[in-house]
């Protein structure tokens, strides 16, 4: 496999299509997030590749029989990729309703003024 179609960059252009058919643009944010996941999933995939090579199983200067470390890396590295896929903003943000934000407007200022009051009598 070349690095032009590594599994990260596969999944990358896969969440990034999807985006596109839901009409989403990836924000500065989401495309970091890319890039971290694009390392992620080819350091997964190396992992897994290690793991099925070597085995499962090795066994130590003991004679014990213990798990490869490489499946432990496996498990994490999984669970990095799925909390920073997740992280990626796949929704349409709503738009903020100009009568609420009016309104926290004055809640707000109506408070700076108590505040300042406060400060001012004391």
Same mark, same amino acid.
């Given at each position: 496999?070349?690095?032009?179609?590594?599994?990260? #960059?596969?999944?990358?252009? #896969?969440?990034?299509?999807?985006?596109? #058919? %839901?009409?989403?643009?990836?924000?500065?944010?989401?495309?970091?997030?890319? =890039?971290?996941?694009?390392?992620?999933?080819? @350091?997964?995939?190396?992992?897994?590749?290690? =793991?099925?090579?070597?085995?499962?199983?090795?066994?130590?200067?003991s004679?014990?029989?213990?798990?490869?470390?490489?499946?432990?890396?496996?498990?994490?590295?999984?669970?990095?990729?799925?909390?920073?896929?997740? @992280?990626?903003?796949?929704?349409?943000?709503p738009?903020?309703?100009?009568?609420?934000? %009016? =309104? =926290? %407007?004055? %809640? /707000?200022?109506?408070?700076?003024?108590?505040?300042?009051? /406060?400060?001012?009598?004391?």
């Open positions: 496999m070349s690095s032009k179609d590594s599994p990260g #960059r596969v999944l990358v252009k #896969r969440i990034i299509d999807d985006m596109a #058919r %839901r009409n989403l643009e990836p924000t500065a944010k989401d495309h970091e997030l890319l =890039a971290l996941a694009e390392g992620l999933a080819d @350091q997964l995939d190396k992992l897994k590749a290690s =793991a099925a090579a070597n085995g499962y199983t090795t066994v130590i200067f004679g014990s029989v213990v798990i490869n470390p490489a499946v432990a890396a496996v498990n994490s590295t999984t669970l990095a990729l799925a909390k920073v896929i997740g @992280q990626v903003e796949m929704t349409e943000l738009a903020k309703d100009p009568v609420k934000q %009016r =309104a =926290a %407007r004055t %809640r /707000w200022a109506a408070h700076n003024i108590a505040k300042q009051r /406060w400060e001012d009598a004391r």
